[in-house]
């Protein structure tokens, strides 16, 4: 895949995230991923759990099309309390750096009333861009 970072001169780098890529390749693109395993059975109830398993699910599904999290170009995080989001922010990035590496896609963080599975506390749509040449 050819990937550009786009960070406009002058602009505070951020963290966890990149403001914007540019990418070439082939398209994988995830449904909204929940954070239940592969029986759709919700194994942790608090939020840091969940989005750990969203990570793991959302590899999965990419490497069902050969894409790894260093092919992620773009996130969008949907979570049932934003102080749930918040209040996990370490959990969240040690369970990023241990399943997905340093991998910092675009990414926008959104609260919502509720999602379709009650007790789903997060979902996360992924775009991946990745290579098609050899």
Not at 40 to 59: C, H, M, P, W, Y
Not at 104 to 124: F, H, S, W
């Amino acid at each position: 895949m050819s990937r550009q970072v786009l960070q406009p001169e002058g602009w505070k780098r951020p963290k966890g995230y990149s403001n914007g890529i540019a990418a070439e390749g082939r398209y994988v693109f995830t449904a909204g991923v929940i954070g239940w395993n592969a029986e759709e059975i919700f194994e942790a109830k608090d939020f840091s759990g969940q989005f750990r398993q969203v990570l793991i699910n959302t590899r999965a599904i990419l490497r069902e099309a050969d894409a790894t999290p260093a092919d992620i170009v773009r996130m969008t995080c949907y979570v049932t309390d934003k102080n749930d989001y918040l209040g996990s922010i370490k959990d969240i990035g040690s369970a990023w750096r241990e399943i997905f590496g340093k991998t910092y896609p675009c990414m926008a963080v959104v609260q919502v009333v509720a999602l379709i599975e009650d007790d789903a506390k997060v979902e996360i749509e992924t775009t991946a861009v990745i290579s098609t040449t050899p």
